[in-house]
C-alpha cells in the first residue's frame, strides 16, 4: 500500500524502518509513468514503507529536500535520508536502491 503525505504526517512516516517517498505532482506525465512500478515495488516490498507527497499541495517538504524536478524519489532509513532518484528509472534501480538499505 502506498500512504498519501502530508506535513502532518510526512515525519512519522519516515521515523522509523526503510521507507521511500514519491514526490510528484498530478499534472506530471512522467510522475503518471513511474507510478505502476512503484506500485509493483510497494506490492513486493512489505519491508519498504511507500509514501506519496504532492508537491503542490506540500512545497515546504519539496523544498526542505532540494526537490528541483519531479517525480523525485527519496529513499529514507530511521528517518535520515540515505538517497535520491530524480525521473523515471526502471525498477531494477529502485529495487537496487531499496535493496542497498535492507
Known sequence: MIKELDAKNFAGF???????????????????????????????????AFGKLN??????????????????LLFFKDGELQDTIVGVVSKGIIQRKLDALK
Open 14 to 48: 519516515i521515523g522509523s524502518g526503510i521507507s521511500m517517498v514519491d514526490f510528484w505532482a498530478d499534472w506530471c506525465g512522467p510522475c503518471r509513468m513511474i507510478a505502476p512500478v512503484i506500485q509493483e515495488l510497494a506490492n513486493e516490498n512489505n519491508d519498504v
Open 55 to 72: 508537491v503542490d499541495d506540500c512545497p515546504e517538504l519539496a523544498g526542505k529536500f532540494d526537490v528541483m524536478g519531479i517525480p523525485t
